[in-house]
């Protein structure tokens, strides 16, 4: 069974630009979600998307969103970049049911703001 | 103060040492814990799940929850240069992943070298 993908895996843009990243769930899972990581905040969940609802959502700025698609596949978007969103974004999938933990994280997509 | 703390390390061992990792937290809804390893440009995946207080033992790798103290542990034996990798600790409300209740919050991980 293939795995969470997720693309591209590098990206560098400059502060105000926008950037979508995409998240492909391993097959039959519907649960999609989000996290940001970086050395001083760590592991922070950004939201999470279950049969194309967001089903919860984290701390984080109305510039950072998301969707999914009827696929289970998701996007995040974050507009106006700032400095500080320079982060390794890691979608993570579970399911069928969005059951016990048993998460299943990509490599993760490293965004670089300059 | 957090609601997870973790001690960043890093923390470097010989092969063949028992290690422990260590987990605070201060939220005495968090019922469910959880332990990720994540390798150096991988993503976390998940080790060991946790409910109630005492041990979890899976091969070399034991899990302990004290929550009368808000602390957890992770103990690995018999160290390997291939556990080096940074050790996250999460917990949640809920048994079940997703909405409100089911949010994971992470502690900020414990990088772990086992030298050969």
């Known amino acids: 069974k293939a795995g969470v993908t997720q693309t591209p895996r590098y990206l560098i843009k400059t502060r105000g630009q926008q950037v979508t990243l995409s998240c492909s769930p391993i097959s039959g899972h519907r649960s999609v979600s989000w996290y940001q990581q970086t050395p001083g905040q760590g592991l922070q969940f950004l939201f999470e998307?279950?049969?194309?609802?967001?089903?919860n959502k984290g701390n984080f700025p109305g510039r950072f969103s998301g969707r999914q698609f009827s696929n289970s596949r998701s996007e995040m978007n974050v507009s106006t970049l700032e400095l500080g969103d320079s982060a390794l974004y890691l979608c993570?999938?579970?399911?069928?049911?969005?059951?016990?933990?048993?998460?299943?994280f990509g490599p993760g997509t490293r965004l670089t703001v300059t | 103060q957090k609601e997870v703390e973790q001690d960043p390390g890093p923390l470097s061992v010989p092969e063949g040492a028992i290690v422990s990792l260590n987990c605070t937290y201060s939220n005495s809804a968090f019922q469910y814990f959880m332990w990720y390893r994540q390798y150096s440009r991988k993503g976390p995946e998940l080790l060991m799940y946790t409910y109630s207080s005492g041990n979890k033992e899976d091969g070399r790798f034991t899990a302990q929850v004290d929550k009368s103290s808000k602390y957890i542990s992770l103990f690995i034996r018999d160290s390997q240069p291939s556990d080096s990798a940074t050790y996250l600790c999460a917990m949640s409300k809920s048994p079940n992943y997703g909405g409100s209740q089911g949010n994971l919050i992470f502690g900020k991980g414990t990088k772990l070298s086992v030298k050969p």
């Open positions: 998307y279950f049969s194309e609802t967001q089903r």
């Open positions: 993570a999938s579970s399911g069928p049911e969005g059951g016990r933990y048993e998460q299943y």
